[in-house]
């Protein structure tokens, strides 16, 4: 579960109600990588360091998708992180082509190139469906930030999050800059806690569509939905191993809910906590899948605990804050989650080499379920203010918030995707 499906614990029906400075070294860091990439002088903009970017010299058409391509791309290049769209004229990095829509086709010619040096950093062609542009601009976006900085692109990923545009609490996704919202479930019942498998092909939730918390599995191409764990009680926190083999959830069929792993072929069960006077919640697997941070109230107040897998050893996260939950792994290792202050949640990262905390959220509201983007540095969350939820993109080198649901009702629980299935 995410950490605001654990807080409201009314849902459940169970106790789970009661559940409940680094950034300056990385960006000398980037400023390495960048002087090393395009030796000139580098643009600091809203708290990271960018390549100024022009896109003046990709020329569409006359036809509104053409320049609607051209819009979502350099959208993408600026979520990035990456990227600050100038003038030509100031411009470290120039995107050069065209791009061509007749009938239902689009064509993208473009060259992407060093505007000082001429150096060439990228050229692509692509031919694609006009109901396609937005993938296709997602995807060159994606190129242009891998040529240029080395890192890995987010514009083609997909976020998966609760909604209740509709009166009810239904699965949606979006794409990275929250566009393309579709609807996955149409239950009128209540559906939280998505998370994705490990290929980014398969969404894991949990649904009280027969009147009890059970986990589902659904292919968001093709709506197949699956009830995958039906055991008597509480069936929650769905968090599958990223070797995909193996399936961490919190189960309370032997009466407690407890942390228990199942293997995906046979489904069979171990139980890998004991704590008869204490609930778990919120299991999310490392990198590497030796460990599963969870969280529990074992010691009175809901707080973030480590396992190894193999030996069943546990140890306790001493984090700042009187609640610490929703943890979250990240590709490189750093735990996200919600600690509480004063009666609001905030969004830490905790590096494992170093025990620093770092903070990404401010104390102006409860920001809330984070998840991390497949890039390393981007997080999504809730953000909750005024009995008013949306999520939000929160960046962890210091540009300002984003938000990503600009959509009627409350958006919340979103569960970044690791990355796009080759078949979409």
Not at 100 to 123: A, F, P
Not at 239 to 244: E, K, L, T
Not at 403 to 421: F, V
């Amino acid at each position: 579960m995410s950490g605001r499906d654990f807080k409201r614990g009314s849902e459940m029906t169970l106790r789970v109600s009661r559940m409940k400075n680094v950034v300056a070294v990385a960006w000398a860091g980037m400023l390495i990588v960048l002087q090393a990439v395009d030796a000139q002088v580098v643009v600091v903009k809203g708290g990271a360091p960018k390549w100024p970017i022009a896109l003046s010299g990709l020329v569409p058409d006359t036809t509104a998708s053409s320049h609607k391509l051209v819009e979502i791309l350099g959208g993408d290049l600026e979520i990035s992180g990456w990227f600050t769209l100038v003038p030509d004229g100031s411009a470290i990095i120039r995107c050069i082509g065209r791009v061509r829509s007749r009938g239902d086709r689009i064509t993208v010619v473009c060259s992407v190139v060093s505007h000082r040096t001429g150096r060439e950093y990228l050229s692509r062609r692509y031919r694609a469906r006009v109901s396609e542009l937005r993938q296709t601009a997602h995807r060159l976006a994606d190129e242009i930030v891998r040529a240029v900085s080395g890192k890995p692109g987010i514009a083609a990923t997909r976020i998966a999050l609760v909604g209740t545009r509709n009166g009810h609490k239904e699965l949606y996704l979006c794409d990275a800059d929250g566009g393309n919202l579709v609807q996955l479930t149409r239950d009128r019942s209540i559906s939280i806690a998505p998370a994705w498998g490990p290929e980014g092909r398969i969404l894991y939730y949990t649904s009280f569509l027969m009147g009890y918390p059970d986990v589902y599995s659904i292919d968001p191409v093709r709506k197949k939905r699956i009830r995958l764990v039906r055991f008597p009680g509480l069936n929650t926190g769905a968090a599958v191993s990223p070797d995909g083999r193996r399936m961490a959830v919190i189960l309370s069929k032997d009466g407690n809910p407890e942390l228990y792993v199942l293997e995906m072929r046979g489904w069979r069960a171990t139980r890998l906590t004991r704590t008869p006077a204490a609930a778990e919640a919120s299991p999310a697997w490392s990198p590497d899948g030796t460990r599963l941070a969870f969280v529990s109230d074992r010691s009175g107040t809901p707080q973030i605990y480590v396992l190894e897998a193999d030996s069943g050893r546990t140890v306790r996260l001493h984090l700042r804050g009187s609640e610490n939950v929703a943890p979250d792994w990240g590709p490189d290792g750093r735990l996200a989650f919600a600690s509480r202050f004063a009666g609001i949640y905030r969004i830490g990262v905790y590096d494992f080499d170093s025990g620093v905390i770092s903070y990404v959220s401010g104390p102006d509201a409860d920001y809330e379920d984070p998840s991390w983007a497949p890039d390393g540095r981007h997080i999504a969350a809730t953000r909750t203010t005024g009995f008013r939820s949306q999520v939000f993109v929160l960046d962890t080198l210091g540009d300002s918030p984003r938000l990503l649901t600009a959509y009627p009702g409350d958006w919340y629980s979103p569960a970044w995707s690791p990355k796009l299935p080759t078949n979409e």
